[in-house]
Nanobody, 127 residues
């Protein structure tokens, strides 16, 4: 079975940092597009960041550029999302996803193009 497990969420004050982890089993994160998404109550799911196989390319939503960094540790088969300068509007449930199957040239931040999803980890940023 291909499983993704997120961790690292929590509650922080605005301006703080968190590092989310997405541990994978059943496949290698090195050869798959991996994405991070978030969904706040009453809002649509938003693509936050994505990393291509072998970390050739990374993609970020405009709302997090310069503050969030996606990376992978192949030895640990884990993808990370380093979140700095957090804002209250970053409050959401964060999910990682794998096995992107979108058309060539299409967005890596489109959630419907991912097949496997984790259960999510909650991030709460207070002002």
């Amino acid at each position: 079975a291909q499983v993704l497990v997120e961790s690292g969420g929590g509650s922080v004050q605005a301006g703080g940092s968190l590092r989310l982890s997405c541990a994978a089993s059943g496949f290698s994160v090195s050869v798959k597009n991996i994405g991070w998404f978030r969904q706040a109550p009453g809002k649509e799911r938003e693509g936050v960041a994505s990393i291509s196989p072998r970390s050739v390319s990374t993609y970020y939503a405009d709302s997090v550029k310069g503050r969030f960094t996606i990376s992978r540790d192949s030895a640990k088969n884990t993808v990370f999302l380093q979140m700095n300068s957090l804002k209250p509007e970053d409050t959401a449930m964060y999910f990682c996803a794998a096995h992107w199957s979108g058309a060539p040239g299409s967005s890596r931040l489109q959630g419907s193009s991912y097949k496997y999803w984790g259960q999510g980890t909650q991030v709460t940023v207070s002002s």
